[in-house]
């Protein structure tokens, strides 16, 4: 300790050499090196889990289905769910598809077919004109459907759809009529321009499917979505036992490209900010390296006092990793704090922008108050290791080329 305390004294040229412009400039590019990689990072995440967290509260958490045809115990299936799940509540639904016909235009749609509850657990679907009536042949029409169509609450629909039959036979279209009892909107066009709701029966009668279902689906209590995985596990390991051969949709299936999509994003971003962080420390090597060429005579001093070559690159890898550590842990700080918040920034923003008559996001764009701070642990350890890691090595190998040469040499070269 002794040897590296007359070492520091020697290094420097006065009292103030760690705060000198070299160090700052270091520290400071550490400092953004983190902070621009775990923000854009800690952003991405943020919006995948907003917009996964939206897009799961549009539908079904599970669907169970019967791969080969439709189901005629699903009111039997829903309700052993019920019964033996305080966690799930679970409802037969029927889906089928249908063309919208009108004088001027027409629009392929998606029937389903739900019990008159299924709105109490879908937290986005808001009505905006009308009423959620499913009674009779009563249907609630997505918003998109009923703008681009100039459908309005209480007009009578025309929709071409294809019945079941006993034999696989084609069969033509057939033109059935139901009554608009609301417009729904959820933000989503693709469910507001492509979604009809009716009731369970109606969308059994409009395609003359009997008593058969297309399945039962399941929602996760609210207080207990975040235990999905849990919930999810539990339900196949019943099923399995109850009926080995209806498989369960979860909404990871049922939107797997989604999914890959978003961590091909993500992969694609942090090679990226990888190459940023090691070009912007390139500049750490380059200062190191005109400081300790500029030590010449110290170093070769400290040859003549005894000190060997591990001692003094000891004592530059030691001020590089303190560096480093204070560099990450101030850009993990402000990164944290703003991500913290990036909700409500957000929301400052917009509101400012629409004061002015500015608008840059669509009216359709609205993230939950979970968008925040999401940091993965893997994306930190990531981050401020390489940082760490580089610093150490751009001040590490200046001293090393120095060490390469004489005392003599050292002084001769100054």
Same mark, same amino acid.
């Given at each position: 300790m002794f040897e590296i305390f007359i070492a520091k004294n020697l290094i420097r040229p006065n009292s103030k050499d760690f705060f000198s412009r070299i160090s700052f400039i270091s520290i400071l590019t550490v400092f953004v090196s983190v902070f621009l990689p775990i923000f854009v990072?800690?952003?991405?995440?943020?919006?995948?889990?907003?917009?996964?967290?939206?897009?799961?509260?549009?539908?079904?958490?599970?669907?169970?289905? +019967?791969?080969?045809?439709?189901?005629? +115990?699903?009111?039997?299936?829903?309700?052993?769910?019920?019964?033996?799940?305080?966690?799930?509540?679970?409802?037969?639904?029927?889906? #089928?598809?249908?063309?919208?016909?009108?004088?001027?235009?027409?629009?392929?749609?998606?029937?389903? #077919?739900?019990? +008159?509850?299924?709105? +109490?657990?879908?937290?986005?679907?808001?009505?905006k004109e009308g009423k959620w009536d499913l009674s009779g042949y009563n249907t609630i029409i997505g918003y998109g459907i009923a703008k681009r169509l100039g459908i309005k609450v209480g007009d009578i629909l025309k929709i071409y759809v294809k019945v079941s039959t006993e034999y696989d036979i084609e069969v033509p279209l057939i033109l059935k009529r139901i009554k608009v009892s609301g417009i729904f909107s959820t933000g989503y066009d693709s469910l507001d321009d492509s979604f009809l709701f009716t009731s369970f029966k109606t969308g059994q009668g409009l395609f003359d499917y009997k008593d058969k279902a297309s399945g039962v689906g399941v929602f996760i209590k609210s207080e207990e979505v975040k235990n999905y995985d849990e919930n999810l596990n539990l339900l196949r390991v019943y099923l399995k036992n109850i009926a080995p051969t209806y498989r369960i949709n979860d909404w990871e299936r049922l939107n797997a490209n989604l999914l890959f999509s978003f961590k091909w994003e993500k992969t694609i971003m942090t090679v990226v900010l990888i190459i940023i962080i090691i070009a912007c420390l390139f500049s750490v090597y380059v200062g190191y390296n005109v400081v300790i060429s500029d030590k010449r005579i110290t170093l070769g001093i400290?040859?003549?006092? #005894?000190?060997?070559?591990?001692?003094?690159?000891?004592?530059?890898?030691?001020?590089?990793?303190?560096?480093?550590?204070?560099?990450?842990?101030? #850009?993990?700080?402000?990164?944290?704090?703003?991500?913290?918040?990036?909700?409500?920034?957000?929301?400052?923003?917009?509101?400012?922008?629409?004061?002015?008559?500015?608008?840059?996001?669509?009216?359709?764009?609205?993230?939950t108050s979970s968008l925040g701070l999401s940091w993965e642990f893997i994306d930190i350890f990531l981050i401020s290791f390489l940082n760490i890691f580089i610093v150490i090595l751009a001040v590490f190998f200046p001293v090393k080329e120095i060490e390469k040469q004489t005392i003599s040499e050292m002084v001769r070269n100054s």
């Open positions: 990072l800690g952003l991405i995440n943020s919006f995948h889990n907003s917009v996964k967290e939206r897009m799961i509260a549009t539908d079904f958490h599970f669907q169970v289905v +019967d791969s080969q045809n439709r189901m005629i +115990d699903y009111q039997e299936i829903s309700d052993m769910i019920n019964k033996n799940f305080n966690s799930l509540v679970s409802m037969p639904f029927f889906e #089928g598809y249908g063309i919208v016909l009108t004088d001027f235009d027409k629009i392929p749609v998606i029937v389903r #077919g739900v019990s +008159d509850n299924f709105i +109490d657990f879908v937290n986005v679907l808001k009505i400290l040859g003549t006092l #005894g000190l060997d070559g591990f001692m003094i690159k000891k004592v530059f890898i030691i001020k590089g990793l303190i560096m480093g550590i204070i560099g990450v842990i101030a #850009g993990l700080s402000l990164s944290g704090l703003i991500l913290n918040n990036i909700y409500y920034i957000i929301s400052f923003i917009v509101r400012f922008f629409n004061i002015v008559g500015i608008s840059f996001l669509s009216s359709k764009t609205d993230y």
